[in-house]
């Protein structure tokens, strides 16, 4: 069955770099699109970034553009986001999430359980 394991969260200061990671397996990781979305119980759930199945073409929230990175290994089934220049609005749950085809951004169909980023002075 399809699972998806983020991992990378945890307590950080404002500024500075954390890497998330997420790790698929139960499908053909490379034939579909991944996402990363996240979810601040104050504000709901927001999609973050997307990244095509080969990398091609990759699209950020305005929220997060220019600060985070996507990027995808497709022969460790890992799917990334880098989050550099942290600030306190990026505290939330951090979801890795699997796109219906190799481009879709917003139809996700399986999601991990998420790894909760921090970020306070």
């Known amino acids: 069955q399809v699972q998806l394991v983020e991992s990378g969260g945890g307590l950080a200061q404002p500024g500075g770099s954390l890497r998330l990671s997420c790790a698929a397996s139960?499908?053909?990781?490379?034939?579909?699109?991944m996402n990363w979305a996240r979810q601040d119980p104050g504000k709901g759930l927001e999609w973050v970034s997307g990244?095509?199945?080969?990398?091609?073409?990759?699209a950020y929230a305005s929220s997060v553009e220019g600060r985070f990175t996507v990027s995808r290994d497709n022969a460790k089934n890992t799917v990334y986001l880098q989050m550099n220049s942290r600030r306190p609005e990026d505290t939330a749950l951090y979801y890795c999430?699997?796109?219906?085809?190799?481009?879709?951004?917003?139809?996700?169909?399986?999601w991990g359980k998420g790894t909760l980023v921090t970020i306070s002075s």
């Open positions: 999430a699997k796109g219906l085809n190799y481009r879709a951004h917003y139809e996700l169909d399986y």
């Open positions: 139960g499908f053909t990781f490379s034939n579909y699109a």
């Open positions: 990244i095509y199945r080969d990398g091609s073409k990759i």
